[in-house]
């Protein structure tokens, strides 16, 4: 009974430790991508300052003496600190850190493998950290890319990982490719050129779902929705509004596009049209009249029946309508117009002002 507690305490600790090293490995895995990245940038800043000091010396002083006294700047510590010094952003933490693991490598570098060594990058980051692999290949052992490593993805993808002790190799194909290899056209594209290493998708005509052989409208295996083969095999485009009853609704006309129509507003003065403007009506709308085929607004106000009925009354025209206002020196009460209680010093804007009420409550 006692022995259970420490056998089970070892358990959690042994799954806790092994949670642990999983959780860094796959971390380590992802995390070779951006070590070889900032290694990256290392050496290439490394070469940068190569070529920033290439002309400078000691500066003053007698360069013969210095010469034999200090050896030449050239392969001076005194050189490789001024490089490293540039190598890195004070603000990058990565970089920084990466540089203070592997200080003593660049002065073994500089002092003893330059010359048998002279790519950097290749024997710090592939061959030394061990960060980065050659271009086109990829993961722990820089296996080669998905295609060779000469053309990854066959030239039309990139491979996970490349370049790096990361990923996976596999491709994630450019726009138009698709397939482990990246030599498949994806829908609405169709191999122009293909054989076992190459392929070049080009885009299938507007028309066509699905092509194989051209980039006409007759080399469609399906037409796109929208578009019908017509009786020579080509794929035209639907006019949609030639359909009844029309697709839009009253109010609306509707206009055709190439593979689709879409449904536009009435002017206001129609009820139901063909098209933009007060000149393609059906009929007019209410409050509007027919003029040599143009709706038109009607003046209720100048109708032979007086439309505002209310005493002390007067009509104003609207578009489509119109509106029974109190005369000047009445308002509103009620619905009804009473005359305005006058002020003691009469004041212009006031005594001018209207009340106004829609037709449609009185
Ligand atoms: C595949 O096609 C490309 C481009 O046309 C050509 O350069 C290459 O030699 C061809 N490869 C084979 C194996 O036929
Ligand atoms: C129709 O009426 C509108 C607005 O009154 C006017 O601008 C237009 O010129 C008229 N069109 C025709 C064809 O009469």
């Given at each position: 009974m006692l022995s259970t507690g420490p056998q089970l305490r070892l358990l959690l600790l042994l799954s806790c430790v092994t949670l642990v090293l999983l959780f860094q490995v796959t971390n380590a895995k992802r995390d070779f991508k951006s070590a070889c990245s900032t290694c990256q940038q290392i050496t290439d800043n490394f070469n940068k300052g190569f070529d920033r000091t290439a002309?400078?010396?000691?500066?003053?002083?007698?360069t013969a003496w210095e010469e034999r006294k200090l050896s030449k700047y050239e392969t001076s510590e005194i050189r490789l600190m001024e490089i490293v010094e540039g190598l890195?952003?004070?603000?990058s933490f990565e970089c920084n850190r990466m540089l203070e693991e592997h200080e003593e490598l660049f002065e073994t570098w500089w002092f003893k493998r330059k010359t048998k060594h002279p790519d950097l990058h290749k024997w710090f980051c592939i061959e030394t950290i061990k960060v980065c692999c050659p271009k086109g290949t990829f993961g722990p052992d820089c296996n080669a890319c998905v295609g060779g490593s000469d053309r990854p993805c066959h030239g039309n993808g990139m491979c996970d990982g490349?370049?790096?002790?990361?990923?996976?190799?596999?491709c994630s194909c450019d726009h138009a490719y698709k397939g482990e290899f990246c030599l498949d056209c994806i829908d609405g594209y169709f191999n122009e050129v293909r054989n076992d290493t190459f392929s070049l998708c080009t885009e299938c005509h507007t028309s066509c779902k699905t092509c194989t052989s051209?980039?006409?409208?007759?080399?469609?295996d399906e037409c796109k929705e929208g578009w019908e083969e017509d009786d020579q095999e080509a794929c035209v485009d639907v006019n949609e509004c030639s359909t009844e009853p029309s697709p839009c609704t009253e109010d609306q006309y509707c206009l055709n596009t190439d593979g689709s129509y879409s449904c536009k507003a009435c002017d206001k003065v129609c009820a139901g049209c063909t098209g933009a403007g007060p000149d393609n009506c059906q009929a007019c709308a209410s409050g509007y009249q027919d003029t040599e085929g143009n709706c038109t607004d009607i003046d209720?106000?100048?109708?032979?029946?007086?439309?505002?009925?209310?005493?002390?009354q007067e009509c104003v025209n609207t578009k489509g309508s119109y509106v029974c206002i109190c005369s000047s020196g009445y308002e509103e009460q009620d619905g009804q117009c009473v005359q305005t209680v006058q002020p003691e010093k009469e004041d212009e804007s006031e005594a001018s002002e209207t009340t106004t009420s829609p037709h449609g409550e009185l």
């Open positions: 002309k400078q010396n000691f500066g003053g002083g007698n890195c952003d004070s603000s490349d370049g790096t002790r990361g990923g996976d190799g596999k051209g980039a006409t409208n007759q080399d469609c209720e106000c100048s109708q032979p029946e007086s439309v505002c009925t209310e005493e002390h």
